[in-house]
């Protein structure tokens, strides 16, 4: 009796997936008693025939105690593990779907109409929600890992591309804006003030469409432009 009430209790109170052991403990030690009452039972039963004429003897009928309440428990047991497996399948299922889908959320960024920023963003917040996943099948957990790391590193190609992309736009830039400041600097030779007021006037237009430079040109080619600026006003 009081095996089977801490059976019970187990089964009722720990987590149904983590029992097993004790489960099998509490069956063999069952079991072990069982299969010695019976022994010694069936010893006797057959001491007690020895005399009995033929006719009168009987079958041999032995019933463990409490072995319907102690196979009562264990069913209660098995229902619950295989309730739990087969939640816990459908669960893993919808995880796989869900990293699947950040997958292909995944392969998006490098298609995506945002800023760099915003991008990388973008991706960690992919990250956060790919760890905050639970598990996925194991029959899908090798190929799955491999092809999101797949796509982790091509989005970092994809950065780096963007970057060297960056840098060369940056580069033509500066070289755009500083011909336009030695352009610059070169109408303060012009003698017309109104002419060299239109020239100036357009180069700086055409200074606002040119894209920004790399951090460590902009003050230098900015104070450069505002400089001639000035100095042409000033005249």
Sequence with gaps: EDLIA???????????QTIKSQIDEAKKV???RSNKAYKIAFDKFKSEQKDTEE?????????YPHTNDF????????TRRDAFFKNQEKEMKHNLQIKLDLIEELKGLLNAE????ETFE???????RWKAVGQVPKSELNNLWQTYHHHVE???DYLRINNDLRDIEFKRNLEQKTVLCEKAEAVSKEENVDKAFTILQKLHDAWKEV??????HREEIWEHDACERNRQASK
């Design 211 to 216: 894209g920004p430079v790399g951090r460590d």
């Design 30 to 32: 069952f079991y072990d």
């Design 55 to 63: 006719e009168n003897q009987i079958e041999f009928e032995y019933n």
């Design 154 to 156: 091509n989005f970092f």
């Design 71 to 78: 196979k009562s428990v264990l069913k209660t047991y098995k």
């Design 6 to 16: 801490a059976v019970k209790t187990i089964v009722d109170t720990a987590p149904i």
């Design 114 to 117: 945002e800023k760099m920023k």
């Design 122 to 128: 973008h991706f960690k917040d992919i990250q956060g």
